[in-house]
Structure formats: C-alpha cells, structure tokens
C-alpha cells in the first residue's frame, strides 16, 4: 500500500460499478416504503419524541446489524425515517450506527485485523450513536418539541392504515425489502461464481425481486399505494443523487490523481530505529490526543466504500500505526463520510450536520485515546499464534 489511492478507491469498489445499483437502488425503496407502508404509530413507538429512551436509542444504535449500508446508503432511509416522525436524537443515531457497525464489518475486523479491535468497534459504536443522539436531542430540543406538536397536530399517516388488517402485511412487505437490500450488498456470493459474474447474479436477483415486490404491492394495497411508492423513491432519488454522485466523485478523483505516500502519515523503518519519527501516526507517539483527533477527522470526511477502512487500517498498522488514531478509522470511516454528511445537510439542514459532526469526532477521539493508551502496541494475530510444524 504505497498511497492513501490504493486503498481508498471508489471506482473499484462499490460505488462507481454495477454494484452501485444491487446496493444503492434497494435503499431508496426502503425508505419510500418506510414512508408509505409502514405504520406511522411503529416508527412513533419505537423512535418518536415521546418513545421510552432506552428503547428509541437501543432499537436506533443496533439497527445497523440487520443492514449493510454505507455512510451515503442509510441517507435515504434517515430521511425516511425523519418523514415519519422520528425524534432527532434517534434519527441521528441511527443514520450514524447502521453504517458503522453490521455483522459483517465485524468479522472482517476480527479475521484480517485481530480481536482487541473488532471487540471494541462492535461494542462502543452502539454507545457512541447513543451519546450523539442524546447530545443532538438535547441541542435541538426546541426543535424536537415543535415537530412532535405539529406531529400531534397534522399526524402523517401511512396509506395502508387506512384499510383494517394492512399493518402486518405492511411489516412483511417491509422485511422483504430489508432482505433484498441484505442480499444485493452481500458481496461474499461473488466467491461463489467465476470472477465478474457474481455481481451481475446479485443485481439480476435484485431485479427480479423487486418486480416480484412490485406484483406483490399491487395485490396487496392497491395501485393508489404502489404508485406513491414509487414516487416517495423518486422524491429521494431526486434529492440525494445530484448531491451524492458529484461528491463521491470528486473525493474518487482527488485520492486517485492526488498521491499522497502512506510515508507522510506512517513513520519508516529507518525513523522508527532512530526515534526521529517527527509528527507522525506511529507508535506510540500516534496515540496522544492530537494525532487520534486528526485521524477522527480524516475518518470522518474520507469516503471508504463498504469494508476497505478494514484493509486501510490493518496497512497502517502493519507499518507501526498506532492503536488509537487505527480505532478512530475504524470508528469513523464507515459511518460518516464528506458525500454523506453532504446528503444529511441535504435532509435535515446545516446546524444540525455541523453540530452532528463535531460531536461524532470528539466521542470517536476520546474512546480511540483511551483505547490506545490502555492497550499500546499492535500485534498482528499471526504473531500472537503458535508456529505450525
């Protein structure tokens, strides 16, 4: 890995290839179908002003483990959510913990990077979104207090609440939308086929069953319900892709034509034998707190496509990085993002995204520094494991 470029590369990964579309599509129709099928009394419950806080920032924090999504995918589905009248504070968690941590991420950290590291990504994103929730709750409380009086006063309600018996064919039809947008972004089913061919067998199934969904839509709540499917998709498509694919490309081109040598971050051989490190990310000069702040930083505004802040990270630290500013990657390079805190000024307007970025960066710098300093050095798994004879 000799430039940031090699690692960090959204023309090989899954935002400017066909995956863009097994991934990205499926996305949006969740979050029109959130809008139009699901009950507005459930988001309500469950992430409303007036739901339980414990159970609100607890559905809000782990929801990420049933979704694969990226910093720019789960916009749709905040936005969503925010139609529907979710409070602030959980939308706010959410949009950052479902990027951030899914079953998946977890267990490439554990297998390529090592078991300190994915232990403490799985268990403290939850804790994070939580405390960013709160903090945005309470920053724009006002602002809470007032959606939750015109939610009172205009309530939004789903089409389908309008006919007896709908809500539970309602939540079906919204699992099945989750469960195509689990397998268009399953890329480990790629393996399964010869090279180039797996991606085209998940965006054919992808298709395929959202036409199946679309028949299914039609049976169930009628062609007036279909129709304002489609058009909430549209609605968000609208607003988020002009915004989306321009930044994307711009941060693709920029790590592309910009070589920047992993060098300038990570200390060398030589200067890690003299001690002449200078202001670099190493061991165990990395973990003060002003080089794990400006690693939650670079996390923060860097896009990694699905997955590759694993590889990055295990790079860098391959390279004596140290633990803390390695976290704070981890932390912060799925769940936020420059394109996505972009799309999130988009839907919820720019106070809250500045406010929601600053708060995110200053947790995700805090428990990095703690972490670094209670562990110290890396130690890659292989050298913690007995030879083979």
Same mark, same amino acid.
């Given at each position: ?196 061919? =797996? %991606?085209?067998?998940?965006?054919? /199934?992808?298709?395929?069953?959202? #036409?199946? @969904?679309?028949? !299914?839509?039609?049976?169930? &709540? ?52 003299? =001690? %002449?490190?200078?202001?670099?990310? /190493?061991?165990?000069?990395?973990? #003060?707190? @002003?080089?794990? !702040?400006?690693?939650?930083? &670079? ?91």
């Amino acid at each position: 890995m000799g430039t940031l470029g090699d690692a960090v590369n959204v023309f090989t990964c899954c935002v400017f290839t066909w995956n863009l579309l097994s991934i990205v599509l499926p996305a949006f129709l969740v979050a029109g179908a959130l809008v139009v099928f699901v009950p507005s009394y459930a988001v309500m419950k469950y992430l409303g002003p007036r739901a339980n806080r414990i159970i609100s920032y607890g559905v809000a924090a782990v929801s990420g483990n049933v979704l694969t999504v990226c910093s720019c995918n789960v916009v749709p589905i905040f936005a969503g959510i925010l139609r529907r009248g979710a409070g602030i504070g959980p939308a706010f968690c959410f949009v950052f913990a479902a990027p951030a941590i899914h079953i998946v991420n977890t267990v490439v950290t554990y297998q390529v990077i090592g078991a300190k590291l994915a232990f403490w990504r799985f268990f403290t994103v939850p804790i994070i979104a939580a405390f960013v929730g709160l903090a945005m709750a309470l920053v724009f409380r006002r602002e809470d207090q007032a959606r939750r009086k015109e939610s009172d006063t205009n309530p939004v309600v789903a089409l389908v609440e309008q006919a007896p018996g709908q809500a539970r064919r309602a939540a079906v039809f919204f699992l099945a939308l989750i469960g195509v947008l689990v397998f268009g972004a399953w890329t480990p089913l790629d393996e399964q086929f010869a090279e180039g061919i =797996g %991606q085209f067998v998940r965006m054919g /199934g992808v298709v395929l069953l959202v #036409a199946a @969904l679309t028949w !299914l839509a039609l049976r169930w &709540f009628g062609n007036e319900e279909t129709l304002e499917w489609a058009r909430q998709t549209w609605l968000l498509l609208r607003m988020i892709l002009p915004i989306f694919i321009p930044a994307v490309l711009a941060i693709g081109l920029l790590v592309s034509f910009v070589r920047i040598p992993v060098e300038w971050i990570s200390p060398t051989a030589a200067e890690l034998s003299s =001690g %002449q490190v200078g202001f670099k990310f /190493g061991h165990p000069h990395g973990n #003060a707190p @002003l080089p794990v !702040l400006l690693a939650a930083v &670079f996390a923060t505004l860097m896009y990694f496509p699905m997955l590759t802040e694993v590889i990055f990270a295990k790079g860098l630290l391959l390279q004596q990085f140290a633990l803390g500013p390695a976290l704070a990657l981890l932390l912060g390079g799925p769940g936020l993002s420059l394109p996505g805190l972009l799309l999130v000024t988009r839907v919820a307007g720019w106070r809250k995204t500045v406010a929601y970025w600053v708060v995110m960066v200053l947790l995700i710098t805090v428990v990095a520094y703690f972490f670094g300093s209670y562990y110290g050095e890396y130690l890659c798994p292989c050298q913690q494991r007995p030879p083979a004879f």
